[in-house]
């Protein structure tokens, strides 16, 4: 029997485990992949971007979790464990800018306070007595509590929705947040795969702007794309979005006054602004297609396609205090599995370990 089950081998798992063993509690993680921390090692591009010394509810789909990742001093907490991280661009990184070594500090950390992982275990069900028996696909393995640190489904995660609804009741139906986006109307960026522009973009809702952002937009066959437009994925699905429409300006250091003069010169116009299947698409509308360029968005991606989703366990069945489900303080709840997701920037992983740092800190 173990004092502690955490399913789902993540990044807030993962720390939830370290965290309680080293207060001397036997801890087991159940992990439905052939190892644990899969994500962490695609985070960043591979750099692992742990979080951001700019930490505001304003990133988050919710302001209510505001207190918790506020105190949470990630740098702090991680050099505890032997990581030593720098800040570059305002993003918190692992010094050497590699994913690995975060996951092998984790994963000696685990191993130094003795945590049972067990991979390859999807857990079907858990059956709550004095105990709980966590009912996996291979044994079922007792313990006196149970941590929900499930993820997603997102990209390669593992559909736990099923086993959520009939522990909780109900959940937050999943959408993709963070998420390349299509375009409705394809004419708007034919030619443009594999363009990448910068440019100032403004998301709109009903004729009013609700997001803009300035970054580097990656052109698709069938849409956009890069982080400033899975951001603006992310403000589609915290306001309820199914389509919305982008405004790009992708001169936004000049006036149109500037850029009008730059027209004049066709030979600027042609070879001086942007890259040339860019400006064949924006030429056509003159100024308006360099300062305002249009694309109708139909929807985002789909799960699979994306880095993070929104939607899981509602915060209303959870006391934030210590991450304990309201119907049962046997069970808790940390991490993506809870509806709570954030920009790009470090911003989900900053959620996921300091939920479990907000967790452990009540033991």
Same mark, same amino acid.
Request: glycine letters at 10%.
């Given at each position: 029997?173990?004092?502690?089950?955490?399913?789902?081998?993540?990044?807030?798992?993962?720390?939830?485990?370290?965290?309680?063993?080293?207060?001397?509690?036997?801890?087991?993680?159940?992990?439905?992949n052939d190892r644990v921390g899969k994500k962490i090692l695609a985070t960043g591009n591979g750099k692992c971007n742990l979080s951001n010394i700019d930490i505001n509810e304003n990133y988050y789909n919710t302001p209510v979790i505001k207190d918790i990742v506020k105190s949470f001093d990630l740098q702090k907490e991680m050099l505890k464990l032997g990581l030593v991280?720098?800040?570059?661009?305002?993003?918190?990184?692992?010094?050497?800018?590699?994913?690995?070594?975060?996951?092998?500090?984790?994963?000696?950390?685990?191993?130094?306070?003795?945590?049972?992982?067990?991979?390859?275990?999807?857990?079907?069900?858990?059956?709550?007595?004095?105990?709980?028996?966590?009912?996996?696909?291979?044994?079922?393995?007792?313990? +006196? *509590?149970?941590?929900?640190?499930? @993820?997603?489904?997102?990209?390669?995660?593992?559909? #736990?929705? /099923? !086993?959520?609804?009939?522990?909780?009741?109900?959940?937050?139906?999943?959408?993709?947040?963070?998420?390349?986006?299509?375009? +409705? *109307?394809?004419?708007?960026?034919? @030619?443009?795969?594999?363009?990448?522009?910068?440019? #100032?973009? /403004? !998301?709109?809702?009903?004729?009013?702007?609700?997001?803009?952002?300035?970054?580097?937009?990656?052109?698709?066959?069938?849409?956009?794309?890069?982080?400033?437009?899975?951001?603006?994925?992310?403000?589609?699905?915290?306001?309820?979005?199914?389509?919305?429409?982008?405004?790009?300006?992708?001169?936004?250091?000049?006036?149109?006054?500037?850029?009008?003069?730059?027209?004049?010169?066709?030979?600027?116009?042609?070879?001086?602004?942007?890259?040339?299947?860019?400006?064949?698409?924006?030429?056509?509308?003159?100024?308006?297609?360099i300062k305002k360029y249009r694309i109708d968005l139909s929807r985002c991606e789909d799960i699979k396609q994306a880095q993070v989703i929104s939607g899981g366990i509602d915060l209303k069945l959870i006391n934030l205090n210590s991450m304990q489900y309201k119907g049962n303080d046997k069970i808790f709840a940390i991490g993506e599995a809870v509806n709570v997701d954030?920009?790009?920037?470090?911003?989900?992983?900053?959620?996921?370990?300091?939920?479990?740092?907000?967790?452990?800190?009540?033991?």
């Amino acid at each position: 029997m173990f004092d502690f089950g955490i399913i789902g081998g993540g990044a807030s798992g993962i720390y939830a485990s370290i965290l309680l063993a080293q207060k001397g509690y036997s801890v087991a993680i159940f992990e439905a992949n052939d190892r644990v921390g899969k994500k962490i090692l695609a985070t960043g591009n591979g750099k692992c971007n742990l979080s951001n010394i700019d930490i505001n509810e304003n990133y988050y789909n919710t302001p209510v979790i505001k207190d918790i990742v506020k105190s949470f001093d990630l740098q702090k907490e991680m050099l505890k464990l032997g990581l030593v991280t720098k800040v570059k661009s305002g993003r918190i990184y692992p010094l050497s800018e590699q994913a690995n070594n975060v996951l092998n500090v984790l994963l000696r950390n685990m191993s130094r306070y003795e945590v049972k992982v067990y991979t390859g275990y999807k857990v079907q069900d858990i059956v709550v007595k004095d105990f709980i028996n966590v009912v996996c696909s291979k044994e079922v393995v007792v313990c +006196k *509590k149970v941590v929900f640190a499930t @993820g997603s489904n997102a990209t390669f995660g593992v559909d #736990n929705h /099923s !086993l959520i609804e009939k522990v909780f009741g109900e959940s937050v139906k999943s959408k993709p947040s963070l998420a390349p986006l299509i375009a +409705k *109307k394809t004419e708007q960026i034919k @030619g443009l795969a594999g363009v990448r522009q910068e440019a #100032n973009v /403004s !998301l709109y809702k009903n004729g009013e702007c609700i997001a803009q952002e300035f970054g580097e937009v990656q052109f698709k066959k069938d849409g956009v794309s890069g982080i400033v437009m899975m951001n603006m994925c992310a403000r589609m699905c915290w306001n309820g979005m199914d389509n919305g429409v982008c405004y790009f300006d992708f001169m936004p250091e000049y006036s149109e006054n500037q850029v009008a003069e730059f027209l004049e010169n066709n030979v600027t116009a042609e070879y001086g602004l942007l890259n040339k299947y860019l400006m064949q698409n924006a030429i056509k509308f003159g100024i308006k297609g360099i300062k305002k360029y249009r694309i109708d968005l139909s929807r985002c991606e789909d799960i699979k396609q994306a880095q993070v989703i929104s939607g899981g366990i509602d915060l209303k069945l959870i006391n934030l205090n210590s991450m304990q489900y309201k119907g049962n303080d046997k069970i808790f709840a940390i991490g993506e599995a809870v509806n709570v997701d954030g920009l790009c920037g470090g911003y989900n992983l900053h959620w996921a370990f300091a939920s479990a740092y907000n967790l452990v800190k009540e033991f």
